[in-house]
Each structure stands twice: as C-alpha cells, then as structure tokens.
C-alpha cells in the first residue's frame, strides 16, 4: 500500500510535468486543448487514492463507528465518474470539430532564429505525454492487481486513456500535416469511445459496489474469481443458509443467513479458498441465526 | 478494449514504437500542405485574391502593402483586390472565397480569431478605449500559406 502511495505522488509529479509541456506547446490547436484537459483530468485518480488512502487509515470513532473501510468504495466512484467524464468530453469535443469543420491553424515558431513548424513541437510534447503514462500504467497495474484496488486500477485505466490519446493527437498532427483537417478529429472520436466504454465499465462496478453488490471484478463488472470460489466454499460448509458477499473498499464482508457460528471464535483465514497471502481479500464473516419467526427453525 | 499487462507488455510498446515511426515518416517534411490547397493554387494560377478593408489608414496601407509585395515576390503571383467592409470579407475569407484581408484593425480580444487566423500585427495603435492592430488576416487551417505569408510579415517588419 505504502508503495502504491508514493507510486501515486509519482504520478502527481510527472503529470503535472506532462500538463506544463502540453501547455507550452497547444498553441490554438483543439487537439491539444482536449489532451491537455484529459492530462489535467488525470490528476483526479490518483489525488482521490491518496486521500481515501489516508483517510481509510483513521480509527473508527462514535461518529463513524464502522471504521472507514468503505472509503476506496467512494474514490472508486469518483475516479469512474471522472473517466466516463473524460471520454464524453473528448467524444463530444472531436464529433463538434468534425461537424463545423473546423480547419486547425499550425503555423511556425521561431526557435534560435530557425523557422520551426509548431506541429513538430506539439508531436515532441505527445511524446512526452505518452511516455509517462506508459510507464505509470505498467508500474500501477500489477500494483492494483495484489492490493485488489479499484481506484488504482481505474487510474491505471487512465493513463492508458492518456497514451491512447497522446497517439490519436500525433496522428491528428501529422494529418494536418498531410493537409488532412479532419484526421485528428476522427482519431479523438475513436479513441474517445474507448475511453468511454472503460469509463461506463468502471461507473457500472462502482455502482454495484455502492448498491452492496456482490463483488465484481477488477477490470469488468462479472462476479471476481475469488469472491465465486469463497461462496461456494461457504454455501458446502453451511447448507442451507443463504450467503451474501459484499465488497468494502478492497476486502469482501461475507454474512451468512440463517446458520450460527460453528464455534465461539473463528478464524476467517479457514473459509478463504486459494491463495493464504490474499486471505486479507475476506475481512469479516458474521452470522444472523435461524429466525423462530420465519419458520427458519424446524419445529416452529 | 482492456488493458492488462499480460496482454499488452513490451510487445505491445515496441509495436506501438514502430507505429508511431511509421506514422512520423509518412508525414515528416518540412511544411505543412494546405487541406484546400490555398499556396499551390498560387503558385499555379498567380493570383492571390486579397479583401481590401475599404476607409483603412494611409500608414495601415503603407505596412501592409511591404509585406504583400514580399508575398507577391514569394509566390509570383499578383493580388486581384475585392474592396469591402470588414466582416463581409472576412465572411469571404472563411468561405474560401478570399486568400487574404488587409487593411482590417482589430482588438486583441477579437472573437474572429478563432475563426480566421490572424498575422503578427503590422502596426498597433492605442486609442482611448483599448488597443487596435493592424493584421493581415487568412483562412484557417491553411498552414504552408499562413506560414508563407507569416513569414514575410516578419521579414517586412525588418526592413529599414
């Protein structure tokens, strides 16, 4: 977790790196403008990690006596909303320049007395812009997978929107260029789409996560793999009774309805299937006993 | 699409490497060309169709006339004037009717520069209101000829 943090404050570093290169070199260029709004956006996922990341941390309290475990819940939210924002906006943005036609003017700088094209310069801050969340991307995904985090991942969902589009805007540039106006706008729908269908991907596990869902996974919204594997281990050790799984930020709450605990203690390793190192996935396991009153009780 | 690192690990940088090359080659060179082809037509036909704000200053003409004969020298064309008022021409420039406007003043935070391109300014004037200048002015997007004409506005704004 601690590494995923300074990852995270990396991250903040080198994306406002990328933001001040992309703003030097926009000029008036729409293209531009959107990457450098989606670099600006892209602070969001990791700021909202570091804080839930912080605050989950603090003690439970009389005001919160359930602790803040659902913290992550909540920035899961917001990093989802804030990619589904970011490809609306660039969808929107690229189908309004392809609709009024809009001719992008790239003219010449002058650097060291040398007539440059501006576009050359806008391709070289792309790069830059690509190269960054290239290698955050890879550096968060493995990350996000051992701590099972859905921000991270969703960050790390973003950065591959942030390379996407850096590529789409190379294109766009090198389309004007070729005296092509309408290929940047073309290339940022595409790739706007993609960002939009992880965006809604990632609202849509939110969401059911919110609603007490049973835990999806983390690059989709199917049912995860071990979240399945523990309910099927928990439905053999107690027939009959009905189990709900729940995630809380990242570890599953189990509930069993209608058995009582076996013992006076327990120990929620024993019921984790898989794995021992990731038996943290299973955080509590509580038990609401046969009701006399619903006839869950033979005899009554 | 998703992103998984299984899927996507250095292979997949490496082809994206080669992509982008590819991509640099197919547009490397050093000008842009124009999407309505504005600098090839004059070159081919020697005509640049130039909107001359009409009412303009004597100065204003002076400054602007140095740098139209730069272009004209550039290209080997020469300007067929359509005199008129400002935003009509403009209209025109937007169109593809017109390849230039001169003699048009503007204020910095004109809302027609995100819809013409403006050139550096010529001549600047502070009235009691604000500050005006002078720009010859083209049509959007057309890069190689706005950086022609862009360039010989510098290289008139040198001259003794």
Redesign the interface.
Known sequence: MRRAERLEWWSIAWTISVIVVMGAAMGSSQTMKTAWIEDCLSLIPPAVFLISARVERRPANARFPNGFARVPSLAFVIAATALTALGSTLLVDSAMSLVSQEHATVAAVHIFGKEIWLGWIMVAAQVYSIVVPVVLGWLKLPLAKQLNDKTLFTDAMTQKANWMTGIAGIGGVIGIRLGYWWADAVAAGLISLDILNDGIRALRAASAELVDGAPRALDSDDIAEDASALHAVLDARFPGAEIHLRETGRVISAQIVGATPPDDTLDVRDYWPGDPDRAWRLGHISFVPPRSDRGDVPGN | ?????SKRGPIA?SM?TH??ML??L??C???????E?TLDRIRQEHVIRVGRVEGGSAADASDWRRVLARVEASTGAKPVFQPGMLEPLLLDLEAGKLDLVVGGRFDEKTPWK?RV?LGPPIAKAETPIGTTASHIVA?????AW??LV??EA?AAGKEP
């Open positions: 699409m998703s992103w998984t690192q940088l994206k992509h982008l991509l640099c197919a547009g060179g050093n000008m842009p060309k124009d999407p082809g995100t391109t049509r959007n997007g057309e890069n706005i950086m862009q360039r510098k």
